[in-house]
């Protein structure tokens, strides 16, 4: 993977960036509530410059990061997580994954998304119109992957996210996804929380949580103006900071905290390998016409990756020495 443009405009920054973009687990009134909160200011810009997103795409793709960051607060080792979506309107759908290292990759599937006319407001239901978001679990230990779908009913990837959790896996949910811009359409803060029900909580304790989740202001909004945290001083994080103040009744306890990132593990070795498992046709074909260099886009971090005609007269021949 390559990124196109590394967040930050000098090393200090770049450094500070790396320090704000963290996950925080916690727990809440004695562990009847879990919960997440993650920053992912510099995970969403890096994963803008890559992609090429204008403001709407990086609205869209930016909450699926977030969300998928959030979902993957319970892995460990080498388990991932994958949250897709297919639907009728002009996103199209995309693909986001999430891995045990807080590492998130994935796409858009349709990149430019067309607008008829100037948005009022940031509801995006219009834009994904129908369909299905689906989850998937591919855990270290277990034989399979576990997947679950369920039909999109708001248009909200926070609200339906909530709804997949509530549905597919019987667990009260609730998700606060944020991307906020600034007047020249800079992406200057990024965040989400995620609060779930353990077993045996009690229902005053959910209401009160819910309440407080609902009148919360814009995580994004918080992280842009909170820019003042130490690597030395995790009090001053501002994940940490907003749970701690906005849950104090509740004695939040951290369980663990760790970086994020948008991070892509494609290189050239692994693509010249899925150009020889081609067809011996397709591949003769290339050779033969061409364009050259050939390029290949990963579609989940939009790395370009080129091959001249001798590289695939190479590829070519060692995959089928007797043509």
Known sequence: MIKKKVYGNTLKERLLAGIRDRLYVFLLAGGEVRGAVINGTRMINEMR??????????????????????MSAGLKGNDRISLQIECSGPIKGLVVEANAFGEVRGYLKNVHIPVDKPLEDFDLSPFFGIGFITVTKYLEDAKQPFMGRVDLQYGNLAQDLANYYLTSEQIPTAFNLSVRFDSEGKVIGAGGLVLQAMPGARKQTIERVENLVRNLPSIGTIFAEDRTSEEKN???????????????????????????????????????????????????????????PVEILCHNCNTPYHFTQADIKQIYEKRFPEN
Do not use: W
């Not at 410059?49 to 959030?70: C, K, M, W």
């Not at 103040?245 to 905290?257: I, N, T, Y």
């Open 49 to 70: 410059a890559n992609h090429d997103l204008g403001i709407l795409e990086t609205l869209v793709l930016g909450h699926a990061y977030l969300g998928a960051g959030l």
């Open 234 to 292: 995790p009090d001053k994080q501002a994940p940490a900071k907003l749970v701690k103040e906005v849950f104090k009744s509740f004695s939040p306890k951290f369980l663990a905290d760790y970086r994020v990132e948008f991070m892509c593990h494609c290189n050239e070795k692994r693509i010249c390998s899925l150009l020889t498992l081609l067809p011996l046709e397709d591949l003769k074909d290339i050779l033969e016409k061409g364009p050259f």
